[in-house]
């Protein structure tokens, strides 16, 4: 849970390190992340700062990887490589 801050309730809570799989969804955001790194768009220490930056409630409700997204969003609009208009204007022809 690094990513709450060191968040006093949530020190003791043990972590599951137990394997699972991927879904495709996380495997394209790990994609996307990846290409963001590649092309310079987007550094691992963004993606963390995003996280980061989630209220605590959404945090613990959303999983590992749309945290990821949620970041990686919030990244690329806030550096204007797209607007909140394109992103649902793409979003409703999904």
Same mark, same amino acid.
């Given at each position: 849970?690094?990513?709450?801050?060191?968040? $006093?309730?949530?020190?003791?809570?043990?972590? @599951?390190?137990?394997?699972?799989?991927? @879904? @495709?969804?996380?495997?394209?955001?790990?994609?996307?992340?990846?290409?963001?790194?590649?092309?310079?768009?987007? $550094?691992?220490?963004?993606?963390?700062?995003?996280?980061?930056?989630?209220?605590?409630?959404?945090?613990?409700?959303? $999983?590992?990887?749309?945290?990821?997204?949620?970041?990686?969003?919030?990244?690329?609009?806030?550096?204007?490589?797209?607007?909140?208009?394109?992103?649902?204007?793409?979003?409703? @022809?999904?």
């Amino acid at each position: 849970m690094h990513d709450l801050g060191g968040v $006093s309730a949530f020190l003791c809570e043990a972590v @599951d390190t137990s394997p699972h799989a991927l @879904d @495709d969804f996380d495997r394209e955001v790990d994609a996307i992340r990846q290409i963001l790194g590649m092309k310079r768009v987007m $550094s691992v220490d963004e993606l963390r700062r995003g996280i980061e930056a989630i209220p605590e409630a959404e945090y613990h409700r959303l $999983s590992y990887y749309q945290r990821w997204i949620r970041s990686i969003t919030a990244n690329l609009l806030e550096k204007g490589v797209f607007t909140e208009a394109e992103l649902r204007a793409a979003l409703d @022809d999904a």
